[in-house]
């Protein structure tokens, strides 16, 4: 676990800032240092694991972003903290497991009939504290301008967490429409016809050209693709002459995934047009994976709300000019709380009082290894099936949930998974088995021993609350 200053002093890079290599013959002193890196973080909403072309979809059409993982890194055992959206962007922005601020899931953690549900789950916090330190916060005190465009999801207002302007971002999980008009208070109305994430990236541009003289972090978290599935016309046309699979036909669903990828490559284009192309960092990545009644990730076994790999991990991306090297890939697992302490890392920040549970990843991007750590996750709380859901039968606890309460972890190339309500076990080696689909539990008892004790360790260390009373409303079926 890393500690976070809460007021870090003003700090440069201390891997990518450099210093002017051309001085006049006629002048002397020290070299000038440029300005920190400015940092653009992509943020997409329910995007599945496959669904962009680079993660190997041939249905999908992602070019802009295929291009950034040409120029960066690709992680390919990417993970987000939590299996759907609220949960997974508290721990995002303050680099915390869930047990530490109590976000676990959406709105109420009683979902689903109570007549099916064994136990009385966690209270749900929907709310992050304001007491705790944020990302843009941090890069705030660090001399940074902040802007976030999109889906927040975590207050009614993103302003007091660190940014200095806000595009579209409420506590709502969903735009009541992609389209103008969009009954945001956070966001004017445009042109009718307009469509969010092209709205969304203009005024991205346009503020990253007003601040273009003082380093900025963008954080850019998408609505798309959640529901309402609410397409361009033009690109819904073009996926329905285009030959799908069988878990990836929904031309509308695709249609969505390309206009995003478009928003992203606008900003792209602007940073190079204003000369910022080296001097910024891109990162892409995801909330949870794919809600299945739009698409699956096969092989993952899962989608939203379940916590097997087709809920939780996503893709991620990562340019960072000057320390990544083009085109490589990485395997080594890691997870959204990860970038906090990463952008610490970057900015020289001091160890203090504020626990940060993700470690940086800055020794990964320059081609290093780490040494081999556990990853967790834990939700109290439920989840309803969803109807006509693609994922039915990848759930532990069909027919009623995606999920009931459980609890898991990841270390090495073995995951297990605790389910509170019957005490249940699964045990998976990801490396012979990615699907998800050969319990170990009874082959190999001491490592599920091993790994079980761990989880119980960590839930010990974080004060992570484990659901144990009956619900008296339950009915056996």
Not at 203 to 228: A, L, M, R
Request: some cysteine; proline content about 8%.
């Amino acid at each position: 676990m890393a500690t976070i200053s809460p007021y870090p002093l003003r700090a440069f890079l201390i891997l990518c800032v450099c210093v002017s290599a051309c001085t006049s013959s006629k002048t002397s002193g020290p070299p000038a240092a440029k300005q920190p890196m400015n940092v653009i973080l992509f943020y997409a909403d329910d995007l599945g694991w496959m669904d962009l072309g680079i993660q190997g979809s041939p249905y999908y059409e992602t070019p802009h972003l295929d291009q950034l993982a040409a120029e960066g890194v690709r992680f390919t055992q990417a993970y987000a903290n939590a299996a759907n959206c609220a949960p997974s962007r508290a721990c995002l922005m303050t680099g915390m497991y869930t047990p530490r601020h109590g976000i676990y899931t959406v709105s109420n953690s009683d979902r689903g009939k109570s007549i099916n549900r064994q136990l009385i789950p966690t209270k749900n916090t929907t709310v992050l504290d304001s007491a705790l330190l944020t990302m843009p916060q941090y890069f705030q005190q660090n001399g940074y301008q902040t802007c976030m465009a999109g889906k927040w999801h975590l207050s009614n207002d993103p302003l007091p967490y660190g940014f200095h302007t806000n595009f579209g971002g409420n506590h709502r999980g969903a735009p009541k429409s992609y389209f103008s008009p969009y009954k945001n208070p956070a966001l004017s109305d445009g042109p009718e016809g307009e469509h969010l994430p092209d709205r969304l990236s203009t005024e991205v541009s346009q503020w990253i050209e007003s601040k273009k003289d003082s380093p900025f972090f963008v954080y850019f978290p998408f609505y798309s693709v959640h529901t309402p599935i609410q397409a361009r016309e033009d690109l819904t046309t073009k996926y329905q002459a285009k030959q799908a699979g069988i878990y990836h036909n929904k031309p509308e669903y695709a249609a969505m995934i390309e206009a995003m990828d478009a928003a992203v490559g606008k900003i792209l284009a602007q940073l190079k047009e204003l000369g910022l192309e080296d001097q910024t960092i891109i990162l892409f990545t995801a909330d949870n994976g794919a809600q299945d009644q739009q698409t699956l990730s096969r092989p993952l076994r899962g989608a939203k709300g379940m916590y097997y790999e087709g809920g939780i991990r996503v893709p991620f991306l990562i340019k960072w000019p000057g320390l990544t090297q083009a085109g490589t890939t990485n395997e080594t697992p890691i997870i959204g709380s990860d970038l906090f302490p990463t952008f610490v890392d970057m900015l020289g920040g001091e160890p203090a009082a504020h626990p940060v549970d993700g470690q940086s990843i800055l020794p990964l991007l320059s081609g290093k290894k780490m040494s081999e750590r556990a990853l967790y996750w834990h939700f109290p709380a439920y989840l309803q099936m969803y109807k006509k859901s693609r994922a039915f039968e990848d759930s532990h606890d069909k027919p009623f949930f995606r999920t009931a309460p459980v609890s898991v972890i990841r270390e090495g190339d073995w995951k297990l998974l605790e389910f509170f309500e019957e005490g249940d076990l699964e045990l998976y080696n990801l490396a012979d088995d990615l699907g998800e689909q050969n319990n170990l539990i009874n082959t190999h008892p001491e490592k599920a021993k091993e790994l079980h004790q761990n989880l119980l360790d960590w839930r010990a260390e974080t004060h992570a609350p484990v659901p144990t009373e009956r619900n008296p409303e339950y009915q056996e079926q």
